[in-house]
């Protein structure tokens, strides 16, 4: 019942209330971000969901303009692509808060695999992984935990599909909880600083 009625309830209700009150805070943070580069306020981009259905995702921008088409993702705090106010909202994680609307609208969980690009399903696709688009992505994942961004493409989806095999509210709790300390601390923002498999 939790994984199919009741999991979905709970982020439904917890993301409406959290828009509710970091609308202004949220509105503020996009006028900062114009201000302190060029650009959209709002990164978009298309992901794979559950049932490895295409979505846009919604992020503040934390690089330059048109960086992912520069240089790919950011690996090192060092990028020169990553703003001066995007490098505090990777570290604080804010640059996730409008998946907040991914998640009202159906696309998302708080709890769940991160949704990935078609490029990384097609270069690690394997069936021990295809269990992970059983469940809707989330805006943080149980990777999130120890590796963070750190994390090889192969820990992440393998600790993703155990995820959707075992969907509880008692990992979904830890997990939430257990992230906010992750976050506090600032570390494993980017992938350089982990002591993960470096061969992904």
Known sequence: MYKHFFKRLIDFVLSFIALSI???????????????????????????????????IFKFR????????????????????????????????????????NILLGQMAIIGPRPILDWEYNEYAKDEYESRFDVRPGMFCTVDLDYRATASRDIQFKMD???????????????????VKTVITGKNVYKEEGKGDKND
């Open 22 to 56: 970091l609308l202004l805070p949220m509105i503020a943070i996009g006028i900062i971000i114009k201000c302190d580069s060029k650009g959209p306020a709002i990164f978009k981009q298309k992901r794979i969901g559950k049932n490895k259905k295409i979505f846009t």
């Open 161 to 179: 599909s155990e995820y959707a095999q075992n969907v509880k509210f008692s990992i979904d709790f830890k997990t939430f909880f257990g992230i």
């Open 62 to 101: 934390t690089m330059c303009n048109h960086a992912y088409e520069k240089g790919g993702i950011a690996s090192s705090e060092n990028d020169s692509r990553i703003t001066k106010v995007g490098k505090f909202l990777r570290k604080t994680s804010i640059d996730e808060f409008p998946q907040l609307i």
